[in-house]
């Protein structure tokens, strides 16, 4: 393919001692590992559940798993959206926020243990949750389906996990800031109270009728765009310039982008409810807000693509695998952001209503964005917090082909296969099983795609951990400087 | 601009290997230089740029529409329009489902109609044919609706009198929704027992219809046959 | 954006203002919807749900029926939902307000059930549908609809009571 494979060399950068480790991370190391051990060990938790889900899916009898109550679809798909979301996602952006904020405000953790107590309580209650799940104990409502006892756990979990992020931007000795700052710190301040509102008022003091939903719509839009897409968007500002050594292109457009973002993004939730039973104002407003939130994705856009298409940009992101990883999500933030737009209007909404399309924005949104991103990062930090080289230069194109292909497929599957359902769910002659049997050779594609994702994990989860224990045996006498 | 914004440490050779060896610039001179970045834009050093204006006419275009879209498609802010092509909002008070008033009926009527079909709605015997007990009245919606529309010229039959009818396009000046109430009105009173009209069906056979000219009697049965009792 | 507090001000502000906008004012706007007469004088809609529904719904819910199964019909114009026999009319608001968590649903692999109740034929076609082919047959002690589990019919109690056929004042039903 590249260079990289003729000298062999994607193999992470030769260990350079351990003075090169900076005080702020000799600090942050702990936390991070915990966090990011964890989130690969729910990743590949929720790629097994994806499997299952997707062999599942569209098989009125069940597929494999017929007449077993714990694998019913309605388990394994909640558990695995929330094992992906809360598990992968939150740990691993616990993680990346953290280590980013840090190393740009110089900031050095001291109270690690916070962190680490943290990150456990929040893993035990996950692990409570998901196990509830599975015992039939779930609310109803899509990433909030966790027993309600679970909501304050994670709240706390949160603050003692993801609130250093703020710490160090406050504790930042210049004067300066970045972007990436912005929404890391968007991130850590908006999720927060965005799940206690949900929480309150959607578990424990519950709204009446609709207005659940609504809350509920406004809960997910927010978990979307302001967590995973805001800690994603930090992550491509700083790995992109920091990577290739250029300034981004069209900066001075940043602040805008930040502030259209946040702006926006709070308001796209009644988007997901067009044609629902809540009043046309509250779809509109959501339609509005879906469209306009291609101002920051065009400028974003700007930003990225604008730097990677000058001297040869896409070559070296191409030919190094963080920005391999980094940049193919950035591509796929500005799909995202043009899909969102687009579909958010009422004669396309129309069509792909309740089909698979809506998973087809997530997994757009969730995976080929923010998860590449994780990944991208991954290859970065590690070695610099291990001092070692990634083991295998096989496994790290092993997960970026599988993970790649596999999203790619799923992504196609779900948005076409959501279409064409839709088109024929529109004639009211079609039965809807037909309609289901039309879409089946796309379910196919779907259960493919989730082999690749789970085998693209499994070389990742392979490759880090075999890095993690290398580093780890000798670790502990001369890490401090 | 490029020369000027591209890092000092810009030209160290980095072939980094792939897997985080690259070394960029550090992350303080990242943060220094970006932050210079956005404050130097009020001076561009080569020229002048579009891409500000471009976005900025962009942004205030899509401010525009947004406005525009949310004044005509939020069904007047109201908590019970769940529709968009629900029936659209008198001014007054959201979007009130459209409700066959007899009482309005009456008034229309007396204004309208009561001419020549009387108070009564018994007509006058030999001139004007009466609403009372009268199949055209109580009978299809449709035909009713197109009589008042577009109203008809030549022989009818009503209750087994016939009748030189010459009904003029009385509804062609009425909204959809005075129609609608007169229609009901006359379905209802006087002993009259059908179901009442409602304004949307009144737009769909106006609309339907078009601008047309006097029906001939037989045109209008032919469309719909009067009922057998 | 230097300063750590005007930034947290404005995502303060980006969070809650949509938060008021969008939740706080339908819930005053919808808040105190209760079942309401047609016409006046006439019966109340929608009706309590039964006992046994309750618990049905609970079952419903404990599944994960709503991965599957939306329950809200869209208006005319917008896909097929009246036209394929999902309803009579769109549904509204009001028609939710003795539902105890609304399990609106997102996604339709399997038919909406908004009116279910009203299309079930009897009960054994309920506990066919529930069965889906063997999937759910552990809600089933044997082959017969006599071995139904609580569960089970508590479940089915549940998906007749699922009705939008009634006229309401948003959405009267053409006679």
Not at chain 1, 16 to 25: P, V
Not at chain 1, 49 to 75: K, M, N, W
Not at chain 1, 212 to 219: C, E, K, L, V, Y
Not at chain 3, 14 to 33: D, K, N, T, Y
Request: proline share 5%; aromatic share 12%; with cysteine.
């Amino acid at each position: 393919m590249t260079q990289e494979n003729r000298s062999g060399r994607p193999q992470g950068r030769p260990p350079e001692g351990d003075s090169r480790l900076t005080r702020t991370e000799v600090q942050l190391r702990g936390p991070f590992l915990l966090f990011f051990i964890s989130s690969v060990i729910w990743l590949l938790a929720a790629s097994v559940l994806g499997v299952i889900a997707a062999l599942q899916q569209g098989s009125l009898a069940g597929g494999p798993f017929r007449d077993c109550e714990i694998l019913t679809y309605g388990h394994v798909a909640a558990a695995q959206h929330n094992l992906f979301v809360y598990g992968w996602g939150f740990n691993a952006f616990f993680a990346l926020n953290l280590w980013l904020l840090s190393q740009l405000g110089r900031f050095e953790l001291r109270n690690g243990w916070l962190a680490t107590l943290g990150g456990a309580v929040w893993n035990l209650a996950l692990t409570y949750g998901v196990v509830q799940i599975f015992a039939g104990n779930q609310t109803g409502f899509g990433l909030l389906e966790f027993p309600r006892e679970v909501g304050p756990v994670l709240a706390v979990a949160f603050l003692l996990a993801g609130f250093w992020p703020i710490v160090a931007f406050a504790r930042r000795p210049t004067g300066h800031s970045f972007a990436s700052q912005w929404f890391v710190v968007a991130a850590s301040f908006a999720f927060p109270l965005t799940y206690l509102l949900a929480q309150l008022l959607i578990l424990w003091q519950p709204a009446s009728g609709v207005v659940q939903t609504i809350a509920h719509s406004w809960f997910v839009s927010n978990l979307l765009l302001l967590w995973f897409g805001a800690s994603a968007l930090a992550a491509v500002y700083y790995f992109l310039p920091k990577v290739l050594g250029r300034t981004i292109s069209g900066y001075y457009l940043a602040p805008v982008a930040f502030w259209s973002f946040v702006l926006f993004a709070g308001w796209t939730g009644p988007a997901a409810l067009i044609g629902a039973p809540v009043p046309l104002w509250l779809q509109s407003v959501g339609v509005v807000a879906a469209a306009m939130l291609i101002i920051p994705v065009i400028i974003t856009a700007i930003n990225f693509h604008g730097m990677l298409s000058t001297e040869g940009g896409w070559s070296r992101a191409w030919n190094d695998t963080t920005l391999r990883f980094v940049s193919f999500g950035a591509v796929a933030f500005t799909l995202f952001g043009a899909l969102n737009a687009v579909f958010a209007f009422r004669g396309y909404n129309a069509v792909v209503r309740f089909t698979s399309f809506a998973a087809g924005q997530e997994q757009l949104l969730t995976y080929a964005f923010a998860t590449m991103v994780l990944f991208g990062a991954a290859y970065y930090v590690l070695p610099r917090l291990t001092g070692s080289r990634w083991p295998s230069a096989k496994l790290v194109h092993v997960h970026f082909w599988a993970t790649a292909l596999g999203v790619v497929a799923s992504i196609v599957a779900l948005l076409v296969g959501g279409w064409q359902e839709g088109k024929q769910l529109a004639v009211a002659s079609i039965k809807l099983a037909d309609v289901v049997r039309a879409g089946s050779s796309w379910n196919y594609v779907l259960s493919v795609s989730a082999v690749l994702l789970l085998i693209g994990h499994v070389a990742f989860a392979l490759n880090a951990f075999g890095m993690i224990l290398k580093s780890s045996a000798p670790a502990s006498a001369g890490r401090h400087d | 601009m490029n020369d000027r914004n591209r890092h000092p440490d810009n030209n160290r050779p980095r072939r980094g290997p792939s897997g985080a060896g690259s070394e960029g610039p550090s992350d303080g001179r990242l943060v220094e230089v970006h932050s210079q970045l956005s404050r130097d834009k009020d001076e561009p050093s080569e020229g002048f740029s579009l891409t500000p204006i471009f976005i900025v006419f962009l942004f205030c275009g899509f401010g525009f529409w947004a406005g525009l879209y949310l004044t005509q498609n939020s069904g007047n802010f109201a908590p019970s329009a769940f529709d968009l092509n629900a029936p659209k909002a008198s001014l007054a008070g959201g979007p009130v489902a459209f409700e066959p008033d007899a009482a309005k009926g009456q008034t229309l009527f007396l204004a309208n109609c009561a001419a020549c079909h009387q108070a009564t709605g018994l007509g006058v015997p030999g001139a004007f044919p009466p609403l009372v007990k009268s199949i055209w009245v109580t009978g299809s919606e449709d035909r009713l609706i197109k009589a008042i529309l577009a109203g008809f010229a030549g022989e009818i039959e009503v209750n087994g009198v016939k009748y030189n009818g010459n009904m003029p396009n009385i509804g062609a000046g009425l909204k959809d929704s005075q129609v609608a109430h007169i229609a009901t009105y006359i379905r209802q009173a006087w002993g009259n027992a059908a179901e009442p009209v409602m304004d949307t069906k009144v737009a769909e056979v106006r609309k339907a219809i078009g601008n047309r000219a006097q029906y001939v009697p037989a045109d209008l049965l032919k469309e719909h046959p009067l009922e057998t009792k | 954006m230097k300063n750590l507090n005007s930034l947290l001000a404005g995502i303060f502000l980006a969070v809650a203002f949509p938060f008021g906008v969008l939740v706080i004012s339908s819930q005053v706007q919808l808040g105190s919807l209760g079942p309401a007469p047609a016409e006046e004088g006439g019966p109340l809609f929608p009706s309590r749900e039964p006992g046994l529904a309750i618990q049905g719904r609970a079952v419903y819910v404990s599944l994960g029926c709503v991965s599957c199964h939306t329950q809200q019909v869209r208006p005319a114009g917008q896909g097929s939902d009246i036209a394929r026999g999902y309803g009579v009319r769109a549904s509204v608001a009001r028609d939710y307000v003795q539902q105890k968590p609304v399990l609106l649903g997102e996604r339709r692999i399997g038919p909406d059930l908004a009116n279910y109740g009203a299309r079930a034929k009897d009960l054994n076609a309920v506990h066919a549908a529930i069965r889906h082919d063997g999937q759910f047959a552990f809600l089933y002690a044997g082959a017969k609809q006599e071995a139904a589990t609580e569960r089970a019919i508590a479940l089915a109690a549940y998906l007749q009571s699922l009705r939008q056929d009634y006229s309401s004042p948003e959405a009267k039903l053409k006679q």
